[in-house]
């Protein structure tokens, strides 16, 4: 008899969903950069592909910041709000896509264990959940997680074809 699992088919699809709407969101951040910089889009990829997710947003901040070069533009102020927004989508992310799962402490939920060394500094699940119930994710968790990356990527969408002239599909 097969020993029970912790990860139900339900958790394993709420991650994959958070992990592809994730991939769709940096997707327009490459049009982004192929507009900004009068590129295309391989080369686009071709520049920015390699260099890690943070590093790609600070170089399209700084872009933004050329572009409209007064901080009270608001513009700019509308993109630093968006790029505020997106480290704790990031993070939510990373758990989904790189996290060791065990058995969480309420019915049907699991708990990421994470730990991140880049850059020498350990970072753990804890200053982000640092309520160990908040640390729990149930598959109805799991997907309000992905709409929530789904709903930023529609209004980064928005933001990159009004302001930066990308032509969406």
């Not at 699809?13 to 590129?39: K, P, Y």
């Not at 480290?87 to 402490?105: T, V």
């Not at 939920?109 to 640092?130: D, Y």
Request: no cysteine; net charge positive; proline share 3%.
């Amino acid at each position: 008899m097969a020993a029970k699992r912790n990860i139900t088919a339900r958790h394993y699809q709420h991650m994959g969903e958070i992990v592809a709407t994730w991939a769709r969101l940096e997707s327009h951040i490459f049009r982004s950069f192929e507009q900004l910089l009068g590129i295309n889009l391989l080369q686009s990829i071709a520049v920015f592909w390699e260099m890690p997710f943070r590093n790609r947003i600070d170089r399209l901040s700084g872009l933004v910041a050329v572009k409209w070069r007064w901080k009270e533009d608001a513009r700019r102020k509308e993109f630093d709000a968006l790029m505020a927004e997106i480290d704790d989508l990031y993070f939510i992310r990373n758990l989904a896509a790189h996290s060791i799962w065990k058995a969480g402490s309420t019915n049907n939920s699991i708990q990421p264990v994470f730990v991140n060394a880049k850059g020498g500094k350990i970072r753990t699940t804890s200053p982000h959940f640092p309520k160990i119930e908040d640390r729990d994710f149930t598959p109805e968790r799991l997907r309000k997680e992905a709409e929530k990356i789904y709903a930023f990527a529609e209004r980064y969408k928005l933001f990159a074809k009004l302001h930066f002239g990308v032509a969406f599909l």
